[in-house]
Nanobody, 123 residues
Framework: VQLQASGGGLVQAGGSLRLSCAAS????????MGWFRQGPGKEREFVAA????????YYADSVKGRFTISRDNAKNTVYLQISSLKPENTAVYYC?????????????????WGQGTQVTVSS
């Protein structure tokens, strides 16, 4: 599956963005989907994930209550609504697809990655 992330940009602190990740192919509903981010000089880290069948969501503690992950299997798209942005949220945001039976927050669980979309938060 190929993933194409979009929706990033420059936003002021406190602002919001909705990131999208469009997947190719007809098996999108077979994957758990996740969002990760990599800030300047930092390692890539887990942000959120959503299961393929139940729609159960998981979040990093740092984004709970501010970020919302959702998916539309009919459109082969996963979204990340990010709100109350802070300068430290500046990062490249990546979407990823996991086909394992059990997907965790580990990068290694994910089989396919999008190219990333830059989010820059100004103070």
């Amino acid at each position: 599956v190929q993933l194409q992330a979009s929706g990033g940009g420059l936003v002021q602190a406190g602002g919001s963005l909705r990131l999208s990740c469009a997947a190719s192919g007809r098996t999108f509903s077979s994957y758990d989907m996740g969002w990760f981010r990599q800030g300047p000089g930092k390692e890539r880290e887990f942000v959120a994930a959503i299961s393929r069948s139940t729609g159960i969501t998981y979040y990093a503690d740092s984004v709970k209550g501010r970020f919302t992950i959702s998916r539309d299997n009919a459109k082969n798209t996963v979204y990340l609504q990010i709100s109350s942005l802070k300068p430290e949220n500046t990062a490249v945001y990546y979407c990823a697809a996991c086909r394992k039976y059990t997907c965790t927050r580990l990068l290694g669980d994910y089989d396919y990655w999008g190219q990333g979309t830059q989010v820059t938060v100004s103070s």
